[in-house]
């Protein structure tokens, strides 16, 4: 299942730089934390990213029941929160094998 937003309307002007914390937002003050609220992060990273994909949680760890990708930028939900990130070789958080 892909996102509402086709690739071309995304913004692309905000980078997002994975960190022990979370998100960081280049350039910006702003953060994207563990532990914000899936709806203040996944309509952000739509805007923002555009075409997002939901993965399945076959391999997650407990308590990991969403898996939603942009691009190579992997992030992981628990039922109210935020929990992880993976991006290449690098993680941070609760991610998915």
């Known amino acids: 299942m892909t996102g509402n937003r086709a690739a071309g309307n995304a913004r692309q002007g905000v980078t997002f730089v994975p960190d022990a914390q979370g998100l ?4 910006r003050s702003e953060r994207i934390d563990f532990g914000r609220s899936p709806r203040g992060v996944i309509p952000i990273m739509d805007r923002e990213v555009g075409n997002r994909q ?11 029941v969403r898996q939603v990708a942009w691009g190579d930028l992997v992030l992981t939900f628990g039922r109210e929160r935020f929990v992880g990130w993976k991006k290449g070789s690098e993680q ?6």
């Open 24 to 27: 960081a937002i280049s350039g």
């Open 54 to 64: 939901e993965l399945g949680v076959a391999g997650c760890p407990a308590g990991v």
């Open 92 to 97: 941070s958080g609760s991610v998915c094998a």
